[in-house]
Every structure is written in structure tokens, then in C-alpha cells.
């Protein structure tokens, strides 16, 4: 019964996005897109693509949207969207998170995304241009994708601020009181295990092609490093998606060690009663 009723929600929801994808004109980059696509296929393999493409898309992904966090910190005008302007990034605090960066994502991540070509393999999940689906598709995927993971977050990363394990793991990534972009991935191995887990619930759920991998990868990575990135932006185009958390309500996570766990959105929080208030100035709060 709960299969069928996933399913009938699901049918639902493609039906829906179907019929708004309808309306929508045809991607004006959709010449230029296919045929490096199809250059890519001709030329490299399954597992090439599958491995060292998924590689190359998550190093240059990443550290492209931490660059103008890192610029940032450079322009006084722009230290008005400081959210913490007392507590600035520093050298020290920077190399010592790119050497735990350099870490995770070679000796942790890399061996997990040795598996992305079997995952492909044995779920059939196609590669060719013919069966990409249409990018209005790949978005409703992207934000599925989401609501899973978030989901995962929450209560997994509220599990790991209990008191009897906080120390011996999550610590790690509250080095930081006031966070920037780039530690948005520096984290004990174990808490990358565990809270990465939920990227690959809905990858499980949702992926019909391969593209979805990558875009998945992209709208997560720029959500999870907007969230770190110590700067309030005015017109910051993701809050355009309905409960998005954002910096601020991120930031005042790292500051006070309690209270708002989710990772994309507020609801759950919300739900829970642990949406801790904030402002511009702040409030402290004692955590347990």
C-alpha cells in the first residue's frame, strides 16, 4: 500500500511538472549542450564519465562557488552582509580547512564515487542524449532530491549533537563559529559518511539518467555553500524556493551549537519547535 501510494505521488508529480514543461520554450542552449555531450560519449567511457567526470564536476562545482565567498573578504563594501563582521576569515583558518578538504574529498568521497559507474550499471541508468530528460524534469528531480535529503539531515544531524557523541564526531565541523564557504564539506569522516548518506536517497529514488547525478551534485553543493557562506546577499535567487533556510538561519546554527539542523529547509525545524530565533544582531542562546 505505502509503495503504491509513493508511486501514485510520484506519477502525480511527473504529471504535474509534464504539464507545466508544456508551456515552457525549448532550451535555447540545447544544440551546444548536445553535441558536447555526444563528444563526451564518443570519447570517453562509462566508467571514465561515470568516475572521473563525476570527480572533475564536484572539484570545479565546489571551489568555483567558494570563490566569491573567498573574494569576498577582500571588498570592504561588502562587509555590510557580514553575518558575523566581528569573526573574519583568516589564513590559518582557511588552510586548515582546505588540508581537511583535500582529505575527505580524495580519501573519503573519491572511493564513493568509484561506485557511481555501478550504481549506473546495475540500475540501467542511461547515459545517451536521446533519454536525458527535459531540464524542467532534472529541476523537480533536483528539488526531490532535496526534500529527501534534508529530511535525512535533520534528524541525523540532530542525532549527532546529542551530548554523549557531539565531541567525538560533529565537533569537528563547529571548528568554525563563524562559517564560510568553504568549510560548508569539513567535517570528521564519519559525520561525511553519515550525513552524506542523504544524497544518495534520492539519487536512488529519482535518477533516470546520468545528467541528474551531476545537476543533483551542482544544486547541492551551491545550496550546502550559500548556507556557509557567512554573507547575507539581498536578492539572493535561492530564496526564491519556498522555506529555504539560507546563511542566516545557518550561521546562527554554528554560532549558538543548537537549534536549526536542517540543512536546505526550515520546516522540520519548524515542526520540531528547534527554529531558533534570529536577527541581525543576534541573540546568544545556551545549548544543553
Given at each position: ?5 509513493t508511486a501514485n505521488i510520484l506519477s502525480s508529480a511527473y504529471l504535474a511538472v509534464e504539464y507545466v514543461d508544456s508551456f515552457l520554450p ?144 560533529h565537533k569537528v565541523h563547529h571548528d568554525f563559529t563563524a562559517p564560510f564557504g568553504m568549510q560548508a564539506e569539513y567535517a570528521h569522516p ?99
Amino acid at each position: 500500500m505505502e509503495v503504491n501510494g509513493t508511486a501514485n505521488i510520484l506519477s502525480s508529480a511527473y504529471l504535474a511538472v509534464e504539464y507545466v514543461d508544456s508551456f515552457l520554450p525549448e532550451n535555447p542552449l540545447q544544440e551546444p549542450l548536445k553535441h558536447a555531450w555526444n563528444h563526451m560519449l564518443q570519447n570517453y567511457s562509462k566508467f571514465q564519465i561515470a568516475t572521473w567526470g563525476s570527480l572533475i564536476v564536484h572539484e570545479l562545482i565546489y571551489f568555483l562557488f567558494c570563490l566569491p565567498g573567498f573574494i569576498f573578504q577582500f571588498l570592504p563594501f561588502m562587509q555590510k552582509y557580514k553575518i558575523q563582521p566581528d569573526k573574519p576569515e583568516t589564513w590559518e583558518k582557511q588552510w586548515k580547512c582546505f588540508k581537511m578538504l583535500l582529505f575527505n574529498h580524495f580519501c573519503i568521497q573519491l572511493p564513493l564515487i568509484c561506485g557511481t559507474f555501478y550504481f549506473t550499471e546495475f540500475f540501467s541508468i542511461p547515459y545517451d542524449w536521446d533519454s536525458m530528460p527535459r531540464w524542467p524534469y532534472v529541476l523537480a528531480q533536483c528539488f526531490g532530491c532535496a526534500v529527501i535529503e534534508d529530511t535525512w539531515h535533520y534528524f541525523l544531524h540532530r542525532a549527532l549533537h546529542h551530548r554523549r557523541i557531539y565531541k567525538y564526531i560533529h565537533k569537528v565541523h563547529h571548528d568554525f563559529t563563524a562559517p564560510f564557504g568553504m568549510q560548508a564539506e569539513y567535517a570528521h569522516p564519519a559525520e561525511t559518511l553519515i550525513l552524506g548518506a542523504g544524497f544518495f536517497i534520492g539519487i536512488m529514488v529519482f535518477c533516470n539518467h546520468m545528467i541528474l547525478l551531476w545537476a543533483w551534485v551542482t544544486f547541492r553543493l551551491l545550496e550546502t555553500i550559500d548556507v556557509h557562506s557567512g554573507y547575507d546577499i539581498p536578492l539572493n535567487p535561492l530564496h526564491l524556493i519556498p522555506f529555504y533556510a539560507g546563511a542566516r538561519f545557518h550561521d546562527f546554527h554554528h554560532m549558538n551549537f543548537v537549534g536549526n539542523y536542517g540543512s536546505t529547509f526550515t520546516w522540520w525545524d519548524r515542526l520540531f519547535n528547534t527554529d531558533s530565533q534570529y536577527d541581525k544582531h543576534y541573540t546568544h542562546v545556551k545549548s544543553d
